[in-house]
Structures are given as C-alpha cells and as structure tokens.
Nanobody, 127 residues
C-alpha cells in the first residue's frame, strides 16, 4: 500500500520559513523521482519542485527558485521541502507526489504522470 503523508505546514508571517516533510511507505522510495505541488484557493495544482533518483538532481518553478530547496533522505524514506522567505502568494495546500515508474525526468511538470499524492499540508503566509 503506497502512502505519502505530508507534515510541517502551518501559519507563518511573510519572510519566515517552514520545512515540509513527506513520509513515504509501501514502495521503493529511492527508485522514484518525487515532487512537491501546491494548490492555492480557487486555483489548480501548481508544480513546485522535483528531485531525481540517483543523482539527486533538482528543479524548481521560477516562482520559488532561490527560496525553496527540495531534498530527500532515502534511508528514512522521506522527502523534504525547505521553504524560506515565504510570501503570501505561497499560501496553498502542499502535496508530495510519486512519479509513475519509468516517467521522464524531463516531464516532471506534467501532473498526469504521477500515480500517488498525499493528503496535503496547509501552508498559510499572512501578516
């Protein structure tokens, strides 16, 4: 049973930081690229960041480059998203996602190529 459980969200003021975690189980975590997406109120899901298997190569949406850092600890089957200098526009429910086996690293922004999402964790950035 594949499970992804996000945690670490909360209410913060602009400029503050949060670290999100995604605990994975039920599959060989180290063999899959993983991503974070978010969904703001009234909007569709927005791809945020991905991390590759093996090399640990990362990629980010332009809106979060320089502020967010994705990482993974394969020994702990855990995905992380360090979010610094948070802005009100970062307010959203954040989800971690597991790519379909064999999906291309070069299409990580295609949300149709994910086969599992967590329940999400709420991040609210407000003064």
């Amino acid at each position: 049973q594949v499970q992804l459980v996000e945690s670490g969200g909360g209410l913060v003021q602009p400029g503050e930081s949060l670290r999100l975690s995604c605990a994975a189980s039920g599959f060989t975590f180290s063999a899959y690229s993983m991503s974070w997406v978010r969904q703001a109120p009234g909007k569709g899901r927005e791809w945020v960041s991905s991390i590759r298997t093996g090399s640990g190569m990362t990629t980010y949406a332009d809106s979060v480059k320089g502020r967010f850092t994705i990482s993974r600890d394969n020994a702990k089957n855990t995905l992380y998203l360090q979010m610094n200098n948070l802005k009100p526009e970062d307010t959203a429910v954040y989800y971690c996602g597991k790519r379909k086996y064999g999906s291309s690293w070069f299409s990580v922004q295609n949300l149709n190529e994910y086969d599992k999402w967590g329940q999400g964790t709420q991040v609210t950035v407000s003064s």
